[in-house]
């Protein structure tokens, strides 16, 4: 026997480039995840789309007139840059929780109605209920009257057609009834914020463009009617609403007039009754020249006082104002002095200035240089409009402590008249301020009055909602195809993670990354193989022209290079584990080197789970087991297998210790005597990683070929079966990577089932020179015949 052939040195492997065929692959050989994850996609999409109840989708069309930008001038300019956009707001209106509440207090939302009879119809005109939970059944007993029972299925109450039912926690009114006797319906009372709640989140209101102030509302229902109703209450419920908005304003001026009216009515009743009366006691008619020119001249520097009083309250407020907007970094012009040139100069600069800043600020920060500028020349404008304010203001308190003074001053002449004038002159003035303050109360009070009735929401119905007739969902056309594409993406998805989590050897370059031996062949999957060990399992001599004979040829033929240098006839085939092909492949290799002229004999050294007996369909005793014990002559125990050039030594019976008998001197001189009768031994040996068998058997012989079997093995384990066979400085010719279950062919690359492992071996290598041969012998036969 020779020495041990030292193993080849470790080779580097670079990175390969990944192609388009290796993600096939994947998905080929995780083909049963991919479909699995795949058709539990598609056919829940498909099962949901088909049993879904349909959904309906009703909407209405608003438009939002926005009145601010009707103001013309300056300040219509100044008060549209600091309004947001008011379709913003007015959907926020529209959505509020108010206006939900009023909807479903109208549409009776919070009811709900199941498990009714059929043909059983009603009308609730009227349901609450203050228990803890709201639950009834109703059920019909007659024509006109019904029993309804809580929860608990107990009597609640009972009830005619059109009456209403009073108990201390339901109040029910039902009319309308047409049904007989046992009909039943289910009512519930949901909770009334959690209803509200509900419809808020289910109502969607956006504006259609950009700058269109135009606002689209839509509601999705399983009923189309319902649908339909909720949309127009709700828009009717915001028009009601927004309305109320805009005449509460006038209808405070009213009810304030009205209230000066009735006291300014009455101190007027008064002032004519005094006069009256003191002009019958005192017998005066008439004042006179000078004395009603000194009434009139008070009467109209009253006016005047109540003028500028007016004024500087508005200079106050626009101050104010001023003030406050300047505190919250925003800009603002009041409206008084409107029409004053001066006020009108700086407006129109200042928002020019603001416009200027705006157009900066999208472009660059606050801080930025030109921002700065242009904010300091903005400041500087507010600060001369404040300060125009106050000096106006003043001006109107010096004015109006001067009027205060003529005041003073006329009615101090007044004091010189004679007493009886200077009475009736002081009721007379009385009377005629009352009367034209009544006056002017009731002029103010009829504008108010017109404003309210005229007053017009600013929101208009353009498309109110219809009752939908066709469902918006499910969308059959979409969801199966959303189904089919989320399908693919899941079983891929799935597919390539389980590839990731499985570390097991699955192609060549990944067996020679973990093992750094040479690939002697790879064994394509056995077409037509039984499946337990059997004749069918020996390709080589059944299917002669298959794609697995081919490869079993050039096993032998690698193995004869491997042992060019040396005298090989020993060689041992095992694997790591159990299961992965090592026999078949003993047995079709031994076959291939009978048919080249080799005297092959194939020994079943698996002296725990042996079963090369079963492939020739010999018993399994006696054996290797009988030989080695001195039980049985090697001539008694060798079998004939029906192939020439074979013979065949079983295990014999399994013993208590194999591994003794095969690292034992009776196995040597078995060996020994072996190799001078046969060509080529040819030892099935045990897996090297569950017991010790193999490894110690290898000091026996010349040649060791190692079956990985593909996708099963993971590579440590591989690894680790490596290290086993180099502590015993096993003779390692290289691997056979065996592909049984064909999940791996195509890993091959291009050299898998493709040009090389179907068409090749398949059609190419024998087809076409039997299709050649059988036109050569046809062309033959015609020659000969004719």
Known sequence: MNSP??????????????????????????????????????????????????????????????????????????????SANPVDAEIEILKSRTNAEEVVKRLHLNWGLSEQSKDFTFRIAEFASTAKDPDYTIVLTGPDTYNVKDGNDALAAQGNTGQRVRTRDLT???????????????????????????????????????????????????????????????????????????????????????????????????????????????GMIKLDAEAEELVRKLSEIGKERAAVVLQRNQVEFALEALKKARRQGGVYSPAAFKDDPLIGSMASKLTELEMQRRALVAENTERHPQVK????????????????????????????????????????????????????????????????????????????????????????????????????????????????????????????????????????????????????????????????????????????????????????????????????????????????????????????????????????CDLRRPNLHKIFEHPRNPGVTEVLAGDVPLGKALHTTGIDNIALLTAGTIPPNPAELLCSDSMRDLLARLRASYDIVILDAPPVIPVTDAPLLTALTDLVVVVIESGRIPANAARRMKELLQSVQAPVAGFVLNDRTALYSDTYGYYGKGYYGRRYYGYAYYGVDDQKEKHRKKSLRKKLLG
């Open 373 to 604: 500028a242009v904010q300091g020349q903005i400041d500087q404008l507010q600060n001369k409009i404040q300060s125009t304010f106050e000096t106006a203001r003043l001006n109107l308190t010096k004015q109006e402590s001067s009027i205060k003074g003529q005041i003073a001053e006329y009615e101090a002449k007044l004091g010189t008249l004679p007493e009886a004038e200077r009475t009736q002159a002081r009721l007379m003035r009385f009377s005629k301020v009352n009367a034209d303050i009544y006056t002017f109360l009731l002029q103010k009070h009829e504008e108010a009055r017109i404003a309210k009735a005229s007053t017009i929401s600013n929101i208009n119905i353009v498309d109110p909602a219809i009752v939908p007739d066709k469902p918006v969902k499910p969308q059959k056309g979409k969801n199966l195809l959303l189904g089919l594409l989320v399908g693919l993406m899941v079983g891929a998805g799935a597919a390539f993670f389980m590839d990731y989590l499985d570390d097991t050897i699955k192609d060549e370059e990944e067996a020679k990354r973990a093992l750094a031996w040479p690939l002697l062949a790879m064994i394509p999957a056995i077409e037509g193989a039984a499946k337990g060990s059997g004749p069918a399992d020996l390709v080589v001599q059944t299917n002669p022209k298959s794609s697995s004979t081919e490869a079993f040829r050039g096993l032998r033929t690698a193995i004869h290079f491997s042992s060019l240098k040396r005298d090989c006839k020993v060689v041992m085939i095992t694997s790591s584990f159990p299961g992965e092909g090592k026999t078949t492949i003993a047995a079709n290799l031994a076959v291939t080197f009978a048919q080249s002229g080799n005297r092959v004999l194939l020994v079943d």
């Open 5 to 82: 052939q030292p193993p080849p040195p470790l080779q580097q492997y670079e990175n390969e480039e990944v192609h388009l065929a290796d993600y096939l692959n994947v998905l080929l050989r995780r083909r049963r995840i991919f479909l699995l994850a795949f058709f539990a996609v598609f056919l829940g999409v498909a099962l949901y789309t088909f049993v879904m109840q349909p959904i309906y989708e009703a909407s209405a069309t608003l438009y939002v007139k926005d009145e601010k930008s009707g103001k013309g001038g300056i300040l219509g300019d100044l008060a549209m840059l600091n």
């Open 172 to 282: 029910l009114l039902l009319d309308e009834i047409q049904g007989k006797k046992g009909d039943r319906f289910r009512l519930r009372q949901h909770n009334f914020n959690g209803s509200v709640a509900s419809l808020r989140g289910a109502i969607k209101a956006s504006e259609v463009g950009k700058k269109t102030n135009v606002i689209k509302v839509t509601y999705n229902n399983t009923n189309p009617v319902m649908a339909s109703a909720v949309v127009n209450t709700l828009v009717q419920a915001y028009l009601e609403q927004t309305l109320s908005f805009r005449t509460e304003e006038a209808g405070n001026t009213v009810r304030f007039v009205e209230d000066q009216l009735k006291g300014t009515r009455d101190e007027l009743d008064r002032s004519e009754q005094n006069l009256q009366t003191y002009k019958s006691t005192s």
